[in-house]
Structures are given as structure tokens and as C-alpha cells.
């Protein structure tokens, strides 16, 4: 199975601020890439599929970046209805694989 | 619009099974692969495979080949999980939701699973 080591695991930031988390992949993934958001208590939404394309609705300050076995999420600005917890996924091989996740609190 | 309605939350004795449910509405059924995803307390997720509603082939993690069941009943727009042998370790809140691609568009609110004597 893939692994998929996301970091960090949690992370402290201000409004405003700019985010970045990051995730690699235990071997070449070739961009197959998803990043999911997940507030307390509400199922995941995607943001970020094939590594760098948003998903329709999802905000522009939100960007996806990488390739081979290193990737990175990018929040530009940070609002507070961005706390949540992100998780990448790589869909390039079964089985489907998650990140441990990070998740993201307002300083 | 697009949803995925499932079923409530289960209490279930160990070695009990449960059947769970997602009511697919807002899009046309055969289009989208089924999948479900497991997420025990507030941890990551886990892929335990899909449906494909059209033909009916599932494609399953290996690790839950033994613990998980998927099936659809076209008719109704509906797709089923039934999980066996129930243990502590099941207990988990299972997601269902969709793909065509090969990422998760939409997903459903989940259903939260109780293993408990």
C-alpha cells in the first residue's frame, strides 16, 4: 500500500496568515492527488484534486502544488472558517490511502 | 442538488452485523461509483472500496474483504454496506460518497457505528 505521511499534524496560525501543509507519499503518486477539508463534525469536502485543481466553489486562496512524492497545500489569507482538520489522499493505486491528517486552529 | 442521504447512527452487539444505507438523489445513480470510508474517533480515514451501480462490481481494500459487503438496488437509488462480525475495532463513523473521477466529490453526513454489549 502507498503510505501517505502528511505534516504537520497540527498547527497554530493567525488571520490572515499564510498556511502550508504538506504531504508525502511513500512512492511516485504521478499527481494523483486530493486534498479534502473536514470541520468538526461535518463530513470531508473536497478542495483539491489532481494535485493543483480546485474544485469548483472552493476559494481561490486555496492551492495545491507538487508532484512525484511531495506534495503541498497552500491557504493564502487565512479566514476563520478555515479551522478544520485537511487530509490528502492519493488515488493512484489501490488502495485509496489518507494522510494522518492536520489539523488547523487560529491562533 | 447532489446528495447522499445515509442511514442513522447503529448500536450493535459484538459478533452482530449491520446493514447501512446511502440514498443517492440530485444526480443520476449510474454515473458515479459508490465508495465507502471509515473514520474511527477523530482519526484519519481509511478506503474500504466501491460500487459501481451500473454493473454492480466491487472492488475492496484488502483489509476490510472480510468485513465488508457493498451492494446497490438500482431501483431505489440506494447503496448498502453490511459490515460482519462487529468488534470494538468497527466501532467508526462510515462515510459513503462518490467519485467518477478517481477523488471524492460529494460525500454523505455519515453514519456513526457503536459496537457495544
Known amino acids: 500500500d502507498i503510505q501517505m505521511t502528511q505534516s504537520p499534524a497540527s498547527l497554530s496560525a493567525s488571520l490572515g496568515e499564510t498556511v502550508t501543509i504538506e504531504c508525502r507519499a511513500s512512492e511516485d503518486i504521478y499527481n494523483g492527488l486530493a486534498w479534502y477539508q473536514q470541520k468538526p463534525g461535518k463530513s470531508p469536502q473536497l478542495l483539491i484534486y489532481n494535485a493543483n485543481s480546485l474544485h469548483t466553489g472552493v476559494p481561490s486562496r486555496f492551492s495545491g502544488s507538487g508532484s512525484g512524492t511531495q506534495y503541498s497545500l497552500k491557504i493564502n489569507s487565512l479566514q476563520s472558517e478555515d479551522v478544520a482538520s485537511y487530509f490528502c489522499q492519493q488515488y493512484y493505486d489501490y488502495p485509496w490511502t489518507f494522510g494522518g491528517g492536520t489539523k488547523l486552529e487560529l491562533k | 442538488q447532489v446528495n447522499l442521504l445515509q442511514s442513522g447512527a447503529a448500536l450493535v452487539k459484538p459478533g452482530a452485523s449491520v446493514k447501512l444505507s446511502c440514498k443517492a438523489s440530485?444526480?443520476?445513480?449510474?454515473?458515479?461509483?459508490i465508495h465507502w470510508v471509515k473514520q474511527s474517533h477523530g482519526k484519519s480515514l481509511e478506503w474500504i472500496g466501491y460500487?459501481?451501480?451500473?454493473?454492480?462490481?466491487?472492488n475492496y481494500n484488502e483489509k476490510f474483504k472480510s468485513k465488508a459487503t457493498l451492494t446497490v438496488d438500482k431501483s431505489t437509488n440506494t447503496a448498502y454496506m453490511e459490515l460482519s462480525r462487529l468488534t470494538s475495532e468497527d466501532s467508526a463513523t462510515y462515510y459513503c460518497?462518490?467519485?467518477?473521477?478517481?477523488?471524492?466529490?460529494?460525500w454523505g453526513p455519515g453514519t456513526m457505528v457503536t459496537v457495544s454489549s
Open positions: 440530485g444526480y443520476t445513480f449510474t454515473d458515479y461509483y
Open positions: 460518497t462518490r467519485s467518477r473521477g478517481r477523488y471524492f466529490d460529494f
Open positions: 460500487i459501481n451501480p451500473n454493473s454492480g462490481y466491487t
